[in-house]
């Protein structure tokens, strides 16, 4: 019972996920900067804006339906922290496996996008759904070549487990070369899902505002931001479980630092 | 026009496509444009109207006001008008100092375009680092007049700054840079397949339609025109300079492009010629405070187009009458046409082309009703008096501030 809660809470839970999203959030601010020519924020910076707007005032537009309005945010925040669960990410075994678990979390990774959606539309604003529509088109775009990918990576494992996926590949690491192609489709049906450029269009500033998130402020938004992070981290823990199984027979606390530059490498 | 079934988008008059407040109402059907109309007026600052109450050298700082970008334009225009009804002919220094200026000015001013234009197609990479070249121009223009925006070089009967030998270098060593770093932009510009894709093609404006609906500027010439106000009507010391109208038959937003890097190469010739060219001599002439009765014309050739100011003088120390044309009020109503049948991902981006200036559009017309003659026309006075009134109306009130300030000053 206390394993499970700290599992859930802690590690590699929601406290973990936090700080890991910040850390993500970061470093893909900061080389996004670089590439640019710019300097980029400050290491505390995505923890200051988490901050700032979570104490700021909540404001919920009156044509809004509220529950959906309010709901949608933790949804996303809950769905993409369960995922992380069932991911193995310091040894050949995740928190939680039964063989059908790579099923659950590519739902679980598909649910934000219709909260996005579902937030967007019920916000009643017509840049919402314009953006909400867009991040629904991609969803179909992303989702079909992401889930080809892993599951071609299971079926060559014969498993749908994917801590016996990961168990299969480690021990036999020649197979890993078979699945380089899916690996980088993988990749960038990912940045599709996570909406990051050149896949930002549902939130094209330019012409729609924020897209989805225009009438989102204060602590909802704040939830959807760091839903987002811990999305860009499970989605690479994902892919670094599925596709870069290295070292994972190893130490527990080698595997865990192998995985983070796994993870790095896959957001960088 | 717009129709009842069609989505309706607001663009504006808050939106982040644009940078002043302006508005575009946008008729979506899926994600294409059927419909579009624009809104002026959010902006109007009366300051033709503030011209009529001020002597002719305030009226010049006034009207550098009129934008932040194109600043030396507006001022160089309203000094070349108010010279013009005065008879009085600038020394040849001063011409040369005023394009060398206009010059500079508009290498910042289509360097910040083309950032501009990065950011709206989401190359937000091509924003930051034509910014950052940017700044090498806006420096300059520091050194050279003191300030970043609103010079304050010019005045009645020429420039107020000289230019000395080691800034002469300083220039001449900015433009080697920017001529490098241009030539870049043109080669991503004509290779990069992110921006052929997103600007070919796109805000079609047919050479006819530029025509008749009087585009100026970089608008007219990427539709094939070859209307420029430094060769057509040359001010300044255009006449003795050689440069080439650089025009493109391509009619869409790359075109547009085209035109815009092909005059910074332009221009980066130009500087180099008036370090080269600029006589000895003085810099300004003395003009008496009142000018003598008449009117005139006055055009001048800025970043976005052409400039027209009006300037009617009764022998009096302060104007008239002054009327601003902007550019942007000639290229607006070609936006509406560009955007037909357009999807709405390509709506910031062909505003964008024209390069818009809103907040030094905005006029207002007084209309005379045609059988009573009766008009409606206020003092100057009594706008400021209106307007002091409605601050304290909402608790804003300056009265004991400005005495205190005026006994300072007195003391």
Request: hydrophobic fraction near 45%; proline fraction near 4%; aromatic fraction near 10%.
């Amino acid at each position: 019972m206390l394993k499970a809660l700290f599992h859930i809470l802690i590690f590699p839970g929601l406290f973990f996920l936090f700080i890991f999203g910040f850390i993500a959030e970061y470093v893909d601010r900061k080389l996004y900067a670089r590439f640019q020519n710019r300097v980029g924020p400050p290491w505390f910076q995505p923890v200051a804006d988490f901050i700032k707007l979570v104490s700021k005032e909540e404001v919920i537009p009156e044509e809004a339906d509220v529950t959906v309005f309010k709901l949608m945010p933790i949804f996303a925040l809950v769905a993409s922290a369960t995922a992380i669960l069932y991911i193995p990410i310091w040894s050949e075994r995740a928190v939680f496996s039964f063989n059908g678990d790579i099923i659950v979390v590519l739902y679980l990774l598909t649910l934000p996008t219709f909260t996005y959606f579902l937030g967007g539309w019920y916000s009643r604003s017509v840049y919402s759904m314009i953006g909400a529509v867009r991040s629904l088109t991609q969803l179909f775009a992303y989702e079909v070549p992401l889930f080809l990918c892993i599951l071609a990576a299971a079926l060559l494992a014969d498993t749908w487990s994917l801590s016996e996926m990961v168990k299969f590949y480690s021990h036999h690491p020649g197979y890993w070369s078979f699945n380089l192609l899916g690996f980088m489709v993988a990749l960038i049906s990912l940045l599709g899902k996570l909406e990051k450029v050149p896949f930002d269009i549902p939130e094209a500033e330019t012409e729609i505002v924020a897209g989805s998130f225009t009438e989102y402020n204060g602590k909802l938004l704040a939830f959807f931001r760091m839903s987002f992070n811990i999305e860009m981290v499970v989605g690479a823990s994902l892919l670094a479980a599925v596709f870069l199984p290295f070292g994972l027979n190893l130490h527990p606390l080698i595997t865990f630092l192998c995985y983070l530059v796994q993870v790095f490498f896959i957001i960088a | 026009m717009h129709e009842s079934g069609d989505v309706k988008i607001p663009i504006g008059p808050q939106h982040p496509a644009l940078k002043e407040p302006e508005s575009f109402l946008i008729s979506l059907r899926g994600e294409k444009i059927t419909a579009s109309s624009v809104r002026l007026g959010y902006n109007h600052r009366g300051i033709e109207k503030a011209c009529e109450a001020r002597s002719y050298t305030q009226c010049l700082y006034l009207i550098e006001r009129i934008c932040g970008i194109c600043s030396h334009s507006h001022s160089t225009c309203f000094a070349q008008g108010v010279e013009e009804v005065a008879g009085i002919e600038i020394p040849s220094r001063a011409k040369y100092m005023r394009t060398l200026i206009a010059e500079l000015e508009r290498i910042h001013s289509h360097l910040l375009w083309l950032g501009v234009a990065g950011h709206e197609i989401g190359f937000d990479t091509l924003l930051m680092y034509t910014w950052r070249d940017r700044e090498v121009v806006m420096d300059l223009l520091a050194t050279l007049t003191g300030n970043r925006v609103n010079y304050g070089i010019n005045t009645i009967g020429g420039v107020r700054r000289d230019i000395n030998a080691k800034q002469k270098e300083e220039v001449l060593k900015a433009m080697d840079l920017l001529e490098d770093r241009t030539k870049y932009y043109i080669d991503l510009a004509q290779n990069e397949t992110t921006l052929l894709k997103r600007l070919k093609g796109v805000g079609v404006l047919s050479h006819d339609d530029a025509q008749k609906l009087d585009a100026v500027g970089p608008t007219a010439r990427a539709s094939g025109i070859e209307r420029d106000v430094r060769k057509d009507d040359p001010y300044a010391a255009y006449a003795e300079l050689d440069f080439k109208v650089i025009s493109v038959n391509t009619c869409d937003v790359y075109g547009r492009t085209l035109v815009r890097l092909g005059e910074l190469m332009e221009s980066f010739s130009l500087v180099r010629q008036v370090i080269a060219k600029i006589p000895d001599g003085p810099i300004a002439v003395k003009v008496l405070r009142k000018i003598p009765a008449g009117e005139a014309v006055s055009r001048y050739e800025a970043p976005r187009g052409e400039d027209l100011h009006y300037i009617r003088s009764n022998g009096t120390e302060k104007p008239d009458r002054v009327k601003v044309r902007a550019p942007t009020l000639a290229n607006i109503q070609s936006v509406s046409k560009m955007l037909e049948d357009r999807y709405l991902a390509d709506m910031p981006i062909v505003i964008a082309a024209i390069d818009p200036c809103f907040s030094c559009t905005d006029r207002l017309v007084a209309l005379r009703d045609a059988k009573s003659k009766e008009k409606n026309t206020v003092a100057w006075e009594t706008i400021r008096l209106n307007g002091i009134h409605w601050h304290k109306h909402r608790g804003v009130d300056f009265t004991s501030l400005n005495k205190r300030l005026l006994k300072t000053f007195n003391a």
